[in-house]
């Protein structure tokens, strides 16, 4: 039996059933929360894209692991591929930029993003970022559009 003051376990379907699970982070982008912890600063998610091109520039203070479910994807700055059942780590203090190729209809990767990503434009200068607290307010607002609730995001929160 566990004690009342412990926090919460998690075992869920990675892969929801209800896509309306799924948080809109830019057009044919989003990203299914699986663990928002506000303790330690990160997050769990799964991000899934539908479209080919660059997503995001960005640098990570923090370390980063990655595990692709499906298609692929790379860093321009990288001369390796991320494909299925490959697991990737970013080092903090890395910048690169996600790019997915014009052959891969849909990936999905895990990602356990600790601290934060910082956004980066053309000319390399910082441009906004993305932490465990701007990625519950996007769950939050987006629950609240699609009818499931904006308290719908705290069975993420730790
Ligand atoms: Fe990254």
Same mark, same amino acid.
Do not use: C
């Given at each position: 039996m566990s004690?009342?003051?412990?926090?919460?376990? =998690?075992? !869920?379907?990675?892969? %929801?059933?209800?896509?309306r699970l799924w948080v809109p982070q830019a057009p044919q982008v989003w990203f299914?929360?699986?663990?928002?912890?506000?303790?330690?600063?990160?997050?769990?998610?799964?991000?899934?894209?539908?479209?080919?091109g660059m997503l995001s520039r960005h640098r990570h203070p923090a370390p980063v692991h990655g595990f692709v479910l499906k298609g692929s994807w790379r860093y321009l700055e990288h001369?390796?591929?991320?494909?299925?059942? =490959?697991? !990737?780590?970013?080092? %903090?203090?890395?910048?690169?930029?996600?790019?997915?190729?014009?052959d891969v209809p849909e990936m999905i990767t895990l990602f356990h993003v600790c601290g934060a990503l910082v956004y980066f434009d053309e000319q390399m200068r910082p441009c906004g970022h993305d932490d465990v607290h701007t990625k519950i307010e996007l769950c939050r607002r987006?629950?609240?559009?699609?009818?499931?609730g904006d308290d719908f995001v705290r069975q993420f929160i730790r």
């Open positions: 004690a009342s003051w412990t926090i919460p376990e =998690m075992a !869920v379907q990675a892969i %929801p059933d209800d896509d299914r929360p699986l663990l928002l912890n506000t303790v330690q600063g990160e997050w769990v998610n799964l991000l899934k894209v539908t479209r080919a001369d390796w591929v991320a494909t299925e059942g =490959m697991y !990737v780590f970013e080092p %903090p203090g890395e910048i690169h930029t996600l790019v997915v190729d014009d987006h629950y609240a559009r699609v009818g499931l």
